[in-house]
């Protein structure tokens, strides 16, 4: 019986989208590729300028690498943190946190943009890809995983078992003579 590989559904679509979304963009660039030439796929990736006239890039940004390594970084945190919290959360709230993960980060970005635009001038900030898009999902998930096991906080580790033996500072008459702020 070969092994079953158990992913729930907002993670399996997410991977999904992220696998397929990469290969469609290394796929473009390949075909498109010179050895002048800067490739920008302004329907897969957020590009201030152009982005008011394709507004799904704020979403589709996040799910696009363009090399291997962020690639296997973003899949694995995917894989491993998308299991956990959607079954520590529901399918529905997982959605929404990675919703929010998504759209915060890339907005910011393009309000950052344009707002370095208005103040050089510089039509080169209206152009600028977001760099390492995937990036606000590993540090998002981390902060899920705290939040849904709070002995991942810092300082959380048990303290040691106090010694059996007495000493005169643990009497009672000893801690009630002390003062407390």
Known sequence: ?????????????????L???????AAIRYRQWTANSEIVIPY???????????????LTTTLVESNVFTLSIACL???HGGRYLERAWSSREFGKFLLITALVPNV????????FFALTRNERWTYVVV????LPLPASHGVGW?????????GSCPSPAPSPSKSPSSSPSASSSRRTP
């Open 1 to 17: 019986m070969p092994p079953r590989i158990n992913i729930p559904p907002v993670t399996r679509i997410v991977l999904i989208a």
């Open 19 to 25: 696998g397929v979304q990469s290969v469609l963009s």
């Open 44 to 58: 897969l990736n957020l590009i201030p300028q152009l982005s008011l006239v394709y507004p799904w890039t704020f």
């Open 77 to 79: 945190t995917l894989y």
């Open 108 to 115: 910011i970005c393009f309000g950052t943009s344009i707002l």
């Open 131 to 134: 760099p390492s898009p995937c």
């Open 146 to 154: 705290k939040q849904t096991d709070p002995s991942l906080l810092p």
